[in-house]
C-alpha cells in the first residue's frame, strides 16, 4: 500500500461521540486525502490537504474535520459520530500536484451505532 | 453536475476470455484518467492511466482507450484471471490550484468463472 498506514483498522462507536482516524505515510508525499466509500456511491472525497497546515473541503466535508501538523500524518476527525458516517474510509497520498496517481492506504471500516 | 459513471456494475467472463470495462464522463476538461481496481477488504490499486492527449495506453495484459469524441473510456483485460476478480473504478483527474482532484465512478464488479 505504498508506505500508508491507516489507524484502527476497525472500530464501532455510538451516536454523538469523537472520532480521529489516522493516516500515516513514509513516501513524504506532499498530497493527502480522505475518502468515504459507500456501497451505490464509490469514492467521495472528503477533506484533502496540499501541505503542512494546508487543508481544503472535498465533496462531501459536513460533519468533518481534519488536520495535518506533520507531512506524515493525516487526520480526519468526526466530531460528533452519526449512524450515516458508517463507512469505510481510506485516505490516499500523491506526490505531484499535475498528473498522477493517487496510493490508497488500506481502509478503515467505522460503524456507529 | 458533471460526473464519471459506469455503464455496467456486474461483468462477468469465463477464464481465458477478454474483459471490457466501460465508463463514461462528462467533463470534458478533465485531462488524466486512471482505472484502479480493488479487492475485497483492500484499497484501490492503480491499474493504468492515460493522459487527454492519447488514446490508447497499454500495460500488461491491460489496454485503456480514451474516446474524447463521445467521451468514454473503456479498460480491456486480455486473458482474464481468476485474480483479476475485482472491482474497477475510473477516475477523472481534474486539476486546481491544490492538485489534482480525483473523481470517481462507482465502480464494476468483475466476475471470473472458471
Known amino acids: 500500500d505504498a508506505g500508508i498506514t491507516q489507524s484502527p483498522r476497525h472500530k464501532v462507536t455510538e451516536t454523538g461521540t469523537p472520532v480521529t482516524l489516522r493516516c500515516h505515510q513514509t513516501?513524504?508525499?506532499?498530497?493527502m486525502y480522505w475518502y468515504r466509500q459507500d456501497p451505490g456511491h464509490g469514492l467521495r472525497l472528503i477533506h484533502y490537504?496540499?501541505?503542512?497546515?494546508?487543508?481544503d473541503k472535498g465533496e462531501v466535508s459536513d460533519g468533518y474535520s481534519v488536520s495535518r501538523s506533520k507531512t506524515e500524518d493525516f487526520l480526519l476527525t468526526l466530531e460528533s459520530a452519526t449512524s450515516s458516517q458508517t463507512s469505510v474510509y481510506f485516505c490516499?497520498?500523491?506526490?505531484?500536484?499535475?498528473?498522477?496517481?493517487?496510493?490508497f492506504g488500506p481502509g478503515t471500516r467505522l460503524t456507529v451505532l | 453536475g458533471e460526473s464519471v459513471g459506469l455503464h455496467l456494475p456486474t461483468l462477468s467472463v469465463q477464464e481465458g476470455d477478454n474483459s471490457i470495462i466501460n465508463c463514461a464522463y462528462s467533463n470534458s476538461a478533465s485531462d488524466y484518467f486512471i482505472w484502479y481496481k480493488q479487492e475485497s477488504g483492500k484499497g484501490p490499486q492503480f491499474i493504468i492511466d492515460i493522459r487527454s492527449n492519447m488514446d490508447k495506453r497499454q500495460g500488461q495484459r491491460v489496454t485503456v482507450l480514451l474516446n474524447k469524441t463521445v467521451k468514454h473510456l473503456s479498460l480491456q483485460i486480455a486473458a482474464t484471471q481468476p485474480g483479476d476478480s475485482a472491482v474497477y473504478f475510473c477516475a477523472e483527474n481534474r486539476r486546481n490550484n491544490a492538485g489534482n482532484m480525483l473523481t470517481f465512478g462507482g465502480g464494476t464488479r468483475l466476475m471470473v468463472k472458471p
Open positions: 490537504s496540499y501541505g503542512v497546515k494546508d487543508t
Open positions: 490516499a497520498i500523491s506526490e505531484s500536484s499535475t498528473l498522477g496517481e493517487q496510493f
Open positions: 513516501e513524504n508525499h506532499r498530497y
